[in-house]
């Protein structure tokens, strides 16, 4: 069962219905966490792991290991963080035959090597390989301290329990936006249109980027977006940044819940927001999925996602 709800302008081809059920048996058999209430500290998706027995944790590794396509890595230092950045880099097929060719670069926060990059890159690699989706680059960022990174300032104090710092999404943002991103333009052939996807506190990090530099991406995927974060402030202000959205900026965005993850109907908030609010030039659209899981949410939807959004060049 799914219930989609599509914003405006957003044509009814332009999103898959279809999605791909390609969770593995055994990580369907992980119980998912309960709902949190509003500021509630604990990560669902963290949750969920720690009930994954070892031995299922290691045949995981050992499935999804010899799928992974072939990638590189850099160390980018940041005078923004203090620090220097893991950056995971997947090449499409034909990357380095072509030398004139230039590609469309898909950025992911949760980047790692065990965090969510094996997954999309492979995802991608499959979908071209496939002809279901373009060539592109994905470029995964490791984390060093999540929770800070995708979280901005909250006034609630169980929010501050969550890890030792949190509210540093504003400087997380421009390590990206001056640092990464020109360095990558430098490194690799893009042709300048930009993604990124993430889930949980990354797809919180995601909707809070769309509102505070929507020029920074063209396309915006947020999967299973932590908004009860800061007592949903975010979803409070959604109707003013709207409103105040740059006269004729043509975006995409997509975001998704999950059956155990909506607290105080953030998502429906959200949803009424961009309904009174988004601009014509702003497409939108909202996947509500009771039938999926905080865990399962991102491996099950972002096959179909990614090639809906980003069909081959011929389409």
């Not at 509102?211 to 908004?227: K, N, V």
């Not at 953030?266 to 659209?285: M, N, S």
């Amino acid at each position: 069962m799914r219930e989609v709800v599509t914003g405006r302008r957003v044509r009814a081809a332009a999103i898959h219905l279809a999605v791909l059920a390609l969770v593995p048996a055994f990580a369907l058999a992980a119980q998912a966490p309960p709902s949190q209430p509003a500021g509630a500290p604990t990560d669902p998706a963290a949750a969920a792991t720690a009930l994954v027995p070892a031995w299922v944790a290691e045949a995981t590794r050992e499935a999804t290991s010899p799928r992974m396509p072939a990638h590189r890595s850099f160390r980018l230092h940041s005078a923004r963080l203090g620090e220097d950045r893991h950056i995971n880099v997947y090449l499409p097929p034909g990357y380095a035959s072509d030398a004139r060719r230039r590609y469309p670069v898909l950025y992911m926060p949760d980047g790692g090597m065990r965090e969510d990059f094996p997954h999309v890159a492979t995802d991608v690699d499959r979908l071209i390989r496939a002809g279901q989706m373009r060539p592109m680059i994905v470029v995964g960022i490791e984390n060093t301290q999540r929770r800070r990174d995708m979280t901005a300032p909250t006034s609630v104090a169980s929010d501050r329990t969550i890890a030792p710092r949190v509210g540093g999404a504003a400087a997380f943002r421009a390590f990206i936006a001056e640092e990464l991103m020109p360095d990558v333009r430098k490194r690799y052939r893009s042709n300048g249109h930009t993604a990124i996807i993430g889930e949980s506190l990354a797809g919180l990090f995601v909707i809070e980027t769309l509102f505070a530099q929507p020029r920074l991406f063209d396309t915006w995927i947020a999967l299973s977006p932590s908004l009860w974060w800061n007592d949903q402030a975010l979803v409070h202000g959604a109707e003013a940044r709207l409103r105040a959205w740059p006269r004729g900026l043509q975006r995409r965005f997509v975001f998704a819940s999950a059956g155990d993850d909506d607290v105080g109907d953030a998502v429906g908030r959200l949803q009424a927001a961009l309904r009174a609010a988004a601009p014509k030039a702003l497409e939108w659209t909202c996947l509500r999925r009771p039938d999926l899981r905080h865990a399962t949410i991102y491996r099950a939807l972002s096959p179909s996602l990614l090639g809906a959004l980003f069909p081959p060049d011929s389409q």
